[in-house]
């Protein structure tokens, strides 16, 4: 099989604020795997876990050292493709966005989505939450009612936590946290608060919701 990428730019709809920086837009990589006439697509994006990160270039990197590793092997040979780019050190971005490029090969190969070939129930499918980063409460507030009516969303996960807590005290970083807690249950409607969860996740400075 032969494999291409491009790379494009998200904007995000609003800057996202969490413990670690505030993230606007990022520069993801289109994979694209190619057999037998068909090309699947898959995607990969720069990210980070604590000091562990892999940007937009070294995914490119990781393709480009990939890219002769895939020739041999057929979109078919899932577990030979993975074995053989684990065993090169491909990095997992990389080896995600070829991951799914071959199930968009394989679905289009057989004309059934994924859910569908991996034998799965839609209605058994978690929602995709929508993150809402760390503001002051009354932004926050406002970013609830903003993807609330763009997405109709069923999931949202809070970001607790001040940005500013190494100049504060935790127990002031607490009350920050529990005043967007407020906001934002402040900001659904009935309706919404019957058809929406919402989850927290706490960040820098913060100890817990209670």
Do not use: Y
């Amino acid at each position: 099989m032969q494999l291409a990428w491009a790379t494009f730019t998200v904007n995000k709809r609003f800057p996202l604020t969490i413990s670690r920086g505030t993230t606007a837009q990022t520069v993801n990589v289109w994979a694209r795997v190619e057999a037998d006439g068909i090309e699947g697509w898959g995607e990969a994006s720069p990210f980070g876990v604590g000091d562990f990160r892999q940007s937009t270039e070294q995914i490119l990197e990781h393709l480009v050292q990939a890219r002769p590793l895939l020739e041999p092997f057929h979109p078919l040979e899932r577990e030979r493709v993975e074995q053989a780019l684990r065993a090169a050190g491909v990095g997992s971005a990389a080896r995600a966005a070829i991951d799914l490029a071959l199930w968009d090969w394989l679905g289009k190969r057989t004309g059934l989505s994924v859910w569908q070939l991996l034998g799965l129930s839609r209605e058994a499918i978690a929602p995709t939450s929508v993150t809402i980063g760390i503001n002051p409460p009354d932004i926050a507030q406002q970013r609830t009612r903003d993807w609330l009516e763009l997405t109709h969303a069923r999931a949202l996960k809070i970001k607790l936590g001040n940005p500013a807590a190494s100049r504060q005290t935790k127990r002031c970083s607490r009350q920050f946290g529990r005043s967007r807690l407020t906001a934002l249950r402040c900001a659904w409607t009935p309706t919404a608060a019957g058809t929406c969860k919402m989850r927290s996740r706490c960040a820098a400075g913060w100890q817990h919701a209670a």
